[in-house]
């Protein structure tokens, strides 16, 4: 039934498809560090309309909190008007009451998913952001490496990281903000705040309205939105999370499209 191949003809395939990749995104328009919700809508949005975008995922899937929902119960409740996001994703969903709706969690993410996908966007997982690359008060990149070299004996973690520049990039990797943090570690920004505790209704619109650039080169989306301006957590619902990630990427494009301007 299946056509005659051997192993070293799926090696091969397998490591010249990564290696074109790994080529063609060493330098890029976008790169987005995290793959969950937030993530993910910031990247379709972008390679939806024609830019250039790598999202970097230190797990091996993709989707965050997104699969799973609250207490690994795999529900994800989304608020109004979220459920218009589900609907542009052609995500099925329920209404639980007034202002609330409900969807599968391994459904929501696979569309959600499958729509970055279909726009271009591509991805590294296993891939763990390390430092950013920054030039004249700008960040212009980053630098990164396997995951699995943080996990080995400190003997033998002499693995040096590569980097990987772009126009852009959004810190997409939830409370913990690791691309924000790592500017604050090196004094080029103040002391982050962190998160507050949970409060799910000022904390939805305000991580939306906070959505914006943080410092030059780098915009903040989602939960790690949270932790950098200090605001309540959201905890599990996700409708801020999807339309921070769409103004995100709206916020970047705008950006490229007035750095071209000036060019």
């Known amino acids: 039934m299946f056509k005659s191949t051997t192993e070293s003809e799926i090696t091969n395939a ?56 609250g207490y690994l119960m795999n529900t994800i409740t989304i608020r109004n008007p979220g459920q218009e996001i589900l609907e542009e994703l052609n995500i099925p969903y329920e209404q639980f009451n007034e202002n609330l709706y409900t969807t599968c969690g391994p459904h929501a993410c696979s569309k959600l998913i499958a729509a970055a996908c279909d726009a271009g966007v591509k991805f590294l997982n296993m891939t763990s952001f390390d430092d950013v690359i920054l030039k004249d008060n700008r960040v212009k990149g980053v630098v990164v490496n396997w995951t699995p070299v943080s996990s080995l004996p400190r003997q033998i973690t002499c693995v040096d990281p590569i980097a990987l520049e772009s126009r852009l990039v959004i810190d997409a990797t939830g409370h913990d903000a690791v691309v924000v943090k790592k500017l604050e570690e090196r004094r080029v920004i103040g002391k982050l705040p962190g998160h507050g505790s949970m409060w799910v209704e000022k904390s939805e619109d305000l991580i939306v309205e906070k959505t914006k650039m943080i410092h030059h080169g780098l915009i903040v989306v989602g939960m790690a939105v949270s932790t950098t301006y200090g605001l309540p957590r959201m905890g599990p619902t996700f409708g801020a999370m999807l339309f921070s990630g769409k103004c995100g990427g709206n916020l970047a494009l705008e950006q490229l499209r007035q750095t071209e301007l000036t060019i």
Not at 25 to 37: C, E, R
Request: overall charge negative; charged content about 15%; hydrophobic content about 45%.
């Open 14 to 69: 397998i490591v010249g498809n990564f290696a074109e990749d790994m080529k063609q995104f060493a330098s890029t328009d976008v790169i987005i560090v995290g793959g969950g919700p937030s993530g993910l809508m910031a990247a379709r949005e972008l390679s939806n309309n024609g830019v250039k975008t790598l999202i970097i995922e230190r797990n091996n899937y993709l989707g965050g909190g997104f699969w799973i929902g």
